[in-house]
């Protein structure tokens, strides 16, 4: 998580992490416990269920009105990411009344300030609010004499390694764009008075009073869970922000009360960056990646119910009949069962080809420590999927050898079933298609990118189409934010590519994929009505591509190269830090500093007080990058590159709300929406 040479902030986030689940588990003894989702996504990443159960749980059930206490199970614990109201107090209210509970335990990750906040929509500190909601805990039990407790506890991230840390419980928190101000309007002015009105002509104009009630209760939750994370640090910090979401989010985490309180009380220093991903959105649709976990998280299918860890099949270990068309054993995954990550952090920050030879070696040693007959073939610096294969099949049925190397097993079989997947042939087709768009966008002069979009959207390979309708989207998202403003002009081609969309769509109606299925939907009948869908997502494809329209530094995304090196991608988030980390401190105009306090006023006025330099993300020991939207593992190499390039006296620490993969980045811009993101779709 921290990318530099110093690792105590590292262990300090870490430590609170485990410190925060360990006090969780201090409630669990000789409990039924029920867990929401997203609170089970963060335990999982930290010693799963055995964490529970090894501190007395007798049961673990899901936070759900279909599940209750048995007769004899007279204390539950509840671990919740939500606040304790709506569809929460409602699911608590059914279980408890349900159950023969005397001593009720709940845990929320919210904390009494944001509560308040929902109720009167001011944020106050008021350590006696819990003590309502245990008291309606006690009616519930039918008991005022029972026992009920109410804890916040800010279990709110996951530390993959040492390479980024990442938020669950925000993976729906996505950027504005331009054509939100449609929706944000409406809503605003159905709400006012015609007093009271407001026309929005750009998302410059909106603030977080502008925002529906929903929204402004997931942002300020947000808030207070970077404030918590700052607390675990230990640390005052300098609030800057790239974009105008992340904006509103500086603003509101300087005005937020408990950091007033945390900054006066602590000298240690730190900046935060708020980033807004839609800045860059060509780097997160590019099939083309640096290293392996990108490539393993495009190809295997999520694990159930996660939205950071993969599917990974460990059936073939196992010595079972497999029936067709389901899972005969439970699959495998990428976390450890003691909550480490660090056998992650060659696949996120090594080379694709070190990442590989690193988990040849760890499966070949684990063998080797198992005397199983160890066949080397091939070339120790090529790894193939056979190879992986060969030694894996060795474990077959030798449970006691598995569980013993269980985590090195399932990222090695994980490898395997990537490098050995059908699709890994079609995302090296995908990465020669970008590059030639890429070659497209950086020549004014060349063909263009839109028209060579369409051809690929005509393209067939024996009577079937080349690349589906989803890649479709993948590549006009990469395209739009990649060639900006320069596609707006390009009329003819945008509405050859919308016919042809839609009579692709209406082609594969009865099997489209799923990205397009979920925007134009189940049943599709009336062509002018997909037809103003698609009005709609070209509205979005436009909105990402003048984004960057108010930006000077980092106005363009793409390196034009030379007449001896081709054009490439030139991300906003290396761009940024390369910049941040100059020794000659070039001026950062794009970046917005929020000041607080008298001495911060001062160092950014207008050069007033000469000797006084304008304040930098890289002024103090701790500098945290936050990416709102999404990161992908490729990103985060990249930044440990330049970090250990330039060599700052500053750490530099990744964190963002998930890792991104092109079809998922597709999914939270045009499928998801973003000004009611916990909407039920």
């Excluded at 960056?273 to 649709?285: E, H, K, M, Q, W």
Aim: proline fraction near 4%.
């Amino acid at each position: 998580m921290i990318l530099g040479h110093n690792m105590a902030n590292l262990k300090t986030i870490t430590a609170s992490q485990h410190r925060h689940l360990e006090t969780i588990c201090s409630h669990a003894n000789r409990a039924v416990v029920f867990i929401d989702t997203i609170s089970a996504e963060l335990l999982h990443w930290q010693g799963g269920l055995l964490k529970l159960i090894n501190a007395g749980a007798t049961d673990v059930k899901e936070f759900s009105s279909f599940e209750s206490g048995s007769e004899d199970q007279k204390k539950g614990v509840f671990i919740v990411s939500s606040l304790l109201e709506g569809v929460t107090r409602q699911i608590l209210q059914d279980i408890i009344q349900e159950s023969n509970f005397q001593y009720v335990v709940v845990i929320t990750s919210e904390s009494a300030a944001v509560h308040i906040f929902s109720r009167s929509g001011v944020v106050e500190e008021d350590s006696h609010f819990f003590d309502q909601v245990e008291e309606r805990l006690l009616e519930w039990m039918g008991n005022m004499n029972f026992t009920a407790e109410v804890f916040h506890i800010p279990f709110c991230s996951v530390s993959l390694g040492n390479s980024v840390f990442l938020t669950p419980g925000y993976t729906k928190l996505f950027p504005l764009v331009g054509s939100d101000l449609h929706q944000i309007e409406l809503q605003y002015n159905s709400k006012h008075g015609k007093s009271e009105m407001k026309d929005f002509g750009s998302l410059k104009d909106v603030d977080f009073a502008s925002l529906p009630k929903d929204l402004q209760m997931f942002y300020k939750c947000f808030v207070s869970s970077v404030d918590s994370l700052l607390t675990d640090l230990g640390v005052k910090e300098d609030i800057y922000s790239v974009g105008y979401t992340s904006a509103i989010l500086a603003t509101e985490l300087e005005a937020y009360p408990p950091a007033k309180t945390r900054r006066k009380a602590l000298t240690d220093r730190a900046s935060v960056v708020f980033i807004d991903r839609t800045l860059d959105l060509g780097s997160v649709t590019s099939h083309n990646t640096e290293c392996l976990l990108d490539r393993i998280q495009q190809v295997l299918p999520r694990l159930p119910g996660h939205m950071i860890d993969v599917k990974v099949n460990m059936s073939p270990l196992c010595k079972v009949h497999r029936e067709s068309g389901g899972d005969t054993i439970s699959p495998g995954c990428l976390a450890t069962q003691s909550g480490s990550q660090s056998h992650l952090q060659t696949l996120i920050t090594g080379k694709n080809k070190e990442a590989l030879m690193e988990v040849n070696r760890q499966l070949i040693e684990a063998a080797s420590a198992c005397g199983l007959p160890i066949s080397l073939t091939g070339k120790p610096t090529r790894i193939s999927a056979e190879q992986l294969n060969s030694t894996l099949t060795l474990f077959r049925g030798r449970y006691k050898e598995i569980s013993k190397h269980l985590d090195w097993l399932q990222v090695s079989m994980a490898t395997y079933q990537t490098l050995s997947n059908p699709t890994m042939h079609h995302c090296d087709d995908m990465i020669s298609v970008e590059k030639g768009l890429l070659q497209s966008l950086a020549d004014p002069d060349g063909p263009g990118a839109l028209s060579q979009a369409l051809q690929m959207l005509q393209r067939k390979t024996e009577d079937k189409w080349t690349y589906s309708v989803d890649d479709m989207l993948c590549i006009l998202v990469y395209v739009y934010s990649l060639g900006g403003t320069s596609l707006l002009s390009q009329i003819d081609e945008e509405t050859a590519l919308q016919e042809m969309l839609l009579d692709r769509i209406f082609e594969e109606k009865s099997e489209l994929p799923p990205l397009i299925r979920s925007i134009v939907g189940e049943v599709i009948t009336d062509r002018s009505i997909v037809s103003d869908i698609l009005e709609d997502l070209w509205e979005k494809l436009s909105a990402i591509a003048v984004s960057r329209e108010h930006l000077s530094q980092f106005k363009s995304v793409i390196d034009p190269g030379s007449a001896v090196s081709p054009a490439s991608q030139n991300s906003l988030l290396k761009q940024l830090v390369a910049a941040i980390l100059d020794p000659d401190k070039q001026e950062l105009v794009d970046i917005e500093f929020k000041s607080s306090g008298l001495r911060d006023k001062l160092k950014s006025g207008f050069g007033l007080f000469r000797g006084v330099s304008k304040p930098r993300p890289s002024d103090h020991p701790l500098m945290i990058l936050f990416v709102i939207g999404g990161v992908n593992c490729t990103e985060v190499k990249q930044i440990k590159d330049l970090v250990n390039q330039y060599k700052p006296g500053t750490q530099v620490v990744v964190g963002s709300t998930r890792l991104l993969t092109p079809h998922e980045t597709v999914k939270s811009l045009l499928c998801q929406n973003n000004i009611n993101p916990l909407e039920v779709t």
